[in-house]
């Protein structure tokens, strides 16, 4: 009876992992990075299910150094302004600083073949 109530009236509501989008970077060696979701997977009452929200909290851009896994915004998951859970939006590459000495080279190329 009780499980009977439990898988009448409640869902699993999953939102996998996957790509986002592209995010700029600022004093990188590399100008971009992929960004990821982590997935997230709540119990929730099926009259709900169309209600979930998820809003992105990612900056405009990110500055490096940034090492791989590391968190850089969060994805929140909300029901009628209820905060049901979060998950993390990471990178999966390393993006070292530009030196001075990488920054030369570039300046010098791009003078030079445009």
């Known amino acids: 009876m009780l499980l009977d109530f439990g898988f009448s009236g409640y869902c699993l509501f999953e939102d996998l992992e996957c790509e986002l989008e592209v995010a700029p970077v600022k004093f990188g060696k590399n100008t971009e990075c992929m960004l990821y979701k982590s997935s997230f997977a709540r119990v929730i009452k099926k009259s709900d299910i169309k209600k979930v929200e998820a809003i992105y909290v990612i900056p405009d ?4 150094p940034i090492t791989s896994g590391g968190e850089v915004g ?7 302004g ?33």
């Open 61 to 64: 851009f990110l500055v490096a």
């Open 74 to 80: 969060e994805v929140v998951y909300k029901i009628d």
């Open 82 to 114: 209820a905060v049901i859970g979060k998950a993390s939006v990471f990178i999966t590459e390393d993006i070292e600083r530009l030196d001075f000495i990488s920054l030369y080279f570039t300046f010098i190329k791009c003078a030079l073949w445009g």
